[in-house]
DNA sequence: TGATCGATATGTCTTAGTTAAATGACAACC
DNA sequence: GGTTGTCATTTAACTAAGACATATCGATCA
């Protein structure tokens, strides 16, 4: 996919970018705006299983999350996957093969994504020119190694239950800060194998953790994909108290 | 410790801090060295077993490090910990605290450490006016993320063995990159109970995996730490090629 | 109406890894 | 010289998770 990017971008600056989110954005600085609508090329949509980055790839793109999931996930050469993270809206992807020379790691979708994409040789410039979205770039960095961080803890200390339990109550807040849980229900579009390769888990075992789950009632196995019933059993479960919110300070 | 850095801090500029080996530096922007050294507040020494920053703490301070070594870690309520990942000279710590609102994990010297301190309200400061120091800041953010996929990797997806030959070949490669290994060999300081909660193992089988590796003369334990005798042997069993260089472009 | 396929479910047996407890080696300290 | 404390080592009993085989279930398609 990294080769046809450019002609499969549909080229008008997008409205609804995460980055004018950004605190910022909210300042209503107009050159801002101006510069960051020159440096996005437009949108990109992705369909379901389509390796958005691939590993090794040095492509020239960064991306945006305006709608969607993905996955992060690396792979050991006989073929056992690990995935990383979640990749929701609003976040940043790409940003490891613009500022190293290649990407480690690959991002493939798991909905219909639609993505916001820059040209990551103009990252330096953007740096140069505006402060204050190199804070917000560095903000979402240290936001993914702290994720990384509980993802880690989770896998090495956490009992396959805990751990299980902990995975849909981190996604699931996630999901709701970013506006995507109504009713205190959630749909996860995961097959038992991404939370196998996730969990560090077989899928068998899987699959005997996850009935456990849904005999407690905290969630429940559909079609493609399972439901969060009850976030506050998951939370019990795994014994974790949530992410604090960690607001985006102004620059 | 945070509370007493600033009266341990010997107050002058240090010559030798880490993000004065960063390409702008080396490109001689004077102005830059002088910015950076009123950011900079000084040298701190830290002994051995060390918090330098404790999780939840609010810290008012960036630290480098010069000499010496630190791991990263988290823990569980019940007292589960596990280590993140090693600090070596080079590396930034503290960023988190700076960027987000606290620490979401903790670090603890593994030998006698000098580091060097910043404050961190500087930091938006630092970004406003030295883009190129803001665009090294996001590499290291980025490389820190990049070790840690590799890490979760090994302990979601390896066995034990390979998990800990994987291990000592990522922290020889790491300490060989800034200078640290003579003769091919290095000296680890861990304890087995560190290297117990890297790999997400008990200690006991820790010990005997690590015996299995002394057996194969990968490694030797010793006193206090752990010498790796044969690198080689330790990429073949972990089946890892080493870290790619990623040499930190200019911006 | 089958036929086929991918995904989920389940039972049995095996193994990798844990827990607990005892022991040894060594250094620090009165 | 004896006491204490910290690590490393070893054993044996136990258990969580994996491997394999097989069954089910629901789409899709001839």
Same mark, same amino acid.
């Given at each position: 996919? /990294?080769? $046809?990017?450019?002609?499969?971008?549909?080229?008008? !600056?997008?409205?609804?970018?995460?980055?004018?989110?950004? !605190?910022?954005?909210? %300042?209503?600085?107009?050159?801002?705006?101006?510069?960051?609508?020159?440096?996005?090329?437009?949108?990109? #949509?992705?369909?379901?299983? *389509? *390796?958005?980055?691939?590993?090794?790839?040095? =492509?020239?793109?960064?991306?945006? #999350?305006?709608?969607?999931?993905?996955?992060?996930?690396? *792979?050991?050469?006989?073929?056992? %996957?690990?995935?990383? $993270?979640?990749?929701?809206?609003?976040?940043?992807?790409?940003?490891?093969?613009?500022?190293?020379?290649?990407?480690?790691?690959?991002?493939?979708?798991?909905?219909?994504?639609? +993505?916001?994409?820059?040209?990551?040789?103009? +990252?330096?410039?953007?740096?140069?020119?505006?402060?204050?979205?190199?804070?917000?770039? *560095?903000?979402?960095?240290?936001?993914?190694?702290?994720?990384?961080?509980?993802?880690?803890?989770?896998?090495? %200390?956490?009992?396959?239950?805990?751990?299980?339990?902990?995975?849909?109550?981190?996604?699931?807040?996630?999901?709701? =800060?970013?506006?995507?849980?109504?009713?205190?229900?959630?749909?996860?579009?995961?097959?038992?194998?991404?939370?196998?390769?996730?969990?560090?888990? =077989?899928?068998?075992?899987?699959? /005997?953790?996850?009935?456990? +789950?849904?005999? /407690?009632?905290?969630?429940?196995?559909l079609d493609r994909g399972c439901?969060?019933?009850?976030?506050?059993?998951?939370?019990?479960?795994?014994?974790?108290?949530?992410?604090?919110?960690?607001?985006?300070?102004?620059?």
């Open positions: 996919m /990294k080769n $046809n990017v450019a002609s499969a971008v549909r080229q008008y !600056p997008c409205e609804r970018c995460p980055l004018q989110s950004f !605190p910022h954005f909210q %300042r209503h600085e107009k050159d801002e705006v101006e510069f960051l609508s020159e440096f996005k090329m437009g949108e990109l #949509v992705a369909d379901i299983g *389509t *390796t958005v980055l691939g590993e090794g790839a040095s =492509s020239a793109h960064l991306f945006t #999350v305006l709608s969607g999931w993905a996955f992060r996930y690396k *792979t050991l050469e006989d073929g056992r %996957r690990q995935i990383l $993270n979640y990749v929701l809206p609003g976040d940043l992807i790409g940003l490891q093969g613009s500022v190293m020379k290649e990407m480690q790691h690959s991002v493939e979708a798991l909905s219909p994504m639609v +993505l916001c994409v820059f040209q990551r040789d103009r +990252l330096p410039n953007l740096f140069r020119n505006f402060p204050s979205i190199a804070y917000d770039i *560095t903000w979402l960095a240290s936001r993914e190694e702290q994720m990384l961080d509980e993802i880690l803890l989770s896998v090495g %200390r956490r009992s396959a239950l805990e751990r299980a339990a902990y995975l849909f109550a981190f996604i699931f807040q996630r999901a709701k =800060s970013v506006g995507m849980v109504k009713n205190d229900k959630l749909m996860v579009p995961l097959r038992q194998q991404h939370v196998a390769d996730t969990l560090g888990l =077989s899928i068998v075992h899987t699959n /005997k953790t996850l009935k456990k +789950l849904a005999t /407690k009632g905290a969630l429940r196995w439901e969060v019933l009850d976030n506050q059993i998951l939370l019990d479960i795994s014994k974790w108290q949530g992410l604090p919110s960690t607001p985006r300070p102004y620059v």
